[in-house]
């Protein structure tokens, strides 16, 4: 990187111009991580062991990012992210590391679904798979041709097809309203986002990732919880990481040059690091200013944001329900709900929807009336939530592309800017938008760093 700034030719004035702490320098350490959720800590666990000195900094009063487990409604509930499968590599490493064990979400005994006309239909979890198979099989047909290794995300047929959304991908298809329907509703629940919005890559991605088989892509996505929970799990991490995690510490600028990089706190704190890893969301990648400016593909994907823009909510309903799901259409507030703790005197549900501005997920009335649409029997007492999106953290759930955004932007997401890194769920080959992808991310950049800082 030829770059350079004033501020790293002049390091004494600089150092003498800026207070840390009681003493008057910047603080100095080898590598700076942004971000404790998955992809920071583990690039600081990696990092640390391997000899440099990190210190990690969190704006948020925990570890975890978009993985929380919250004590609400009687229960532990994964407010963020929550299921893992050995088909995800990177995951499953830290899961044997770690000691997790995994849990299955319950098997549904009763399926909802909408009929032609909107009419509700009900049966059992056999009769869903048959309505959305052939849907499901032709629309990841071509998986393993558009993207034949999924760790090689942009390499295949996909750069020609990469501009189509899933919506359109899905009206090439000869479907009846009834399976039309509740194929667009189980892509919603997949996308977290309005179909014509999100590009079909992501469904082709998780296909080949699964090996062009869809009922493994959906359990990989959405049966096997972690057991003591992902703020468990991120804990046991964040006790491995032979560095400092500060909390409550809210980085506003990184300055960096051909040698190192200077960052801001809230506070006005500085540290200066020779490299630094940034894991923030592409959506929220902007509330830092980074000077020089970021790399063109950060800063056009940040402005156009990815497709996801969902919500999911936790449902507390009175009295012991028979375990069911139910899908409605991709329209509706709540696309997908399914029970995930069945009591003698509640059930707890979890819904997803394609858009967090159709309903307050914080409200008993909206979501009790999101579920008329299914069933008159509910009687909705609790709901917990935490609108992602609407937090300037994360300003996403997981991510989705856009039509064209994995093909255009992954591989430049991917590079570093001199000293300056790049991590997190969204830059990752394998499962972008995935825990998994998380940590492959960390793994990734911690290797990067510690072969540049060697040199
Ligand atoms: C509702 C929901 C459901 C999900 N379900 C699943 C699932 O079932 N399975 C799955 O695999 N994945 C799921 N995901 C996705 C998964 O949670 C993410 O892929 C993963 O947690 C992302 O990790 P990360 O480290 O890349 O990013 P993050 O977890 O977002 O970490 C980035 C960190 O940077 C911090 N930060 C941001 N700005 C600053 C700043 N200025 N200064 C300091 N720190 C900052 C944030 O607070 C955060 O801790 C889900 C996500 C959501 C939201």
Known sequence: ?????????????????????????????????????FAGLVAARELGRSGHSVIVLEARDRVGGRTWTNHALGHDLELGGTWVHWVQPHVWSEMTRYGREIVRSPMAEEAYWLGAGAEVRKGTLADFTALIDEGQRQIIADALAMIPRAVDPTVGGITERDQLSLQQRLDEIALDDEARSANESVWVGHVNAPLNEV?????????????????????????????????????????????????????????????????????????????????????????????????????????????????????????????????ASQHHAISVLKSEFVEDDHTILVGFGADHRAIDITSVEQVNAALGVWRDDLEVIGVAAHDWM??????????????????????????????????????????????????????????????????
């Open 1 to 37: 990187m030829a770059r350079s700034s004033p501020v790293f030719e002049q390091p004494k004035s600089f150092r003498a111009s800026r207070r840390w702490g009681r003493g008057y320098t910047v603080e100095t350490t080898d590598v700076v991580v942004i971000g404790a959720g």
């Open 199 to 327: 590009g079909l890559s992501s469904a082709l991605r998780w296909a080949s990732a699964a090996g062009g088989h869809w009922p493994l892509m959906h359990e990989a996505s959405a049966t096997y919880r972690v057991v003591g929970g992902m703020s468990g799990f991120t804990a046991a991490i964040a006790a491995d990481v032979p560095g400092d995690i500060r909390l409550n510490s809210t980085v506003t600028a990184v300055e960096h040059d051909a040698t190192c990089a200077v960052v801001s706190l809230s506070d006005g704190r500085q540290l200066r690091a020779q490299r630094v890893v940034m894991t923030l969301p592409i959506n929220a990648v902007d509330t830092i200013k980074v000077t020089p400016v970021l790399p063109d593909a950060w800063v056009r994907s940040n402005r156009e944001r990815v497709a996801s823009q969902g919500f999911k909510v936790w449902i507390k309903v009175r009295g012991r329900l028979p375990r069911f799901f139910a899908y």
């Open 390 to 455: 609407k937090d300037p953290l994360s300003q996403n759930t997981w991510m989705t592309h856009r039509p064209s955004q994995l093909t255009r932007d992954l591989s430049e997401l991917q590079q570093a800017d001199g000293v300056l890194h790049f991590a997190g769920c969204d830059t990752a080959d394998l499962w972008g938008g995935f825990i998994d992808g998380a940590i492959e991310s960390g793994l990734r950049e911690a290797r990067l760093v510690s072969a540049s800082l060697a040199t």
